[in-house]
């Protein structure tokens, strides 16, 4: 099984992983999980448990937080 601290898109840029999109939104980690679940949040799932996600869609969504 491929290490999580690796994970990389095509173009070198690292993905994220659920505690890493907490720091940066301040949203839940279990809110996190379940937008990933429900597809609200685009994300791939690695094993069980490990989701992993784009840092360009997180920082979006920060955005969007910010101005709210």
């Known amino acids: 099984?491929?290490?999580?601290n690796n994970l990389a898109m095509g173009n070198g840029q690292r993905l994220l992983r659920v505690n890493n999109?907490?720091?940066?939104t301040g949203i839940s980690?279990?809110?996190?999980r379940h937008w990933a679940a429900t597809?609200?949040?685009a994300a791939v799932r690695i094993g069980?448990?490990?989701?992993?996600?784009d840092p360009t869609?997180?920082?979006a969504i920060t955005r969007r937080?910010?101005?709210s």
């Open 65 to 67: 937080r910010r101005k």
């Open 57 to 59: 869609v997180v920082d």
């Open 39 to 41: 597809g609200r949040l």
């Open 48 to 53: 069980k448990k490990i989701w992993a996600f």
């Open 21 to 24: 999109v907490v720091r940066r």
């Open 29 to 32: 980690e279990r809110t996190i």
């Open 1 to 4: 099984m491929e290490h999580t």
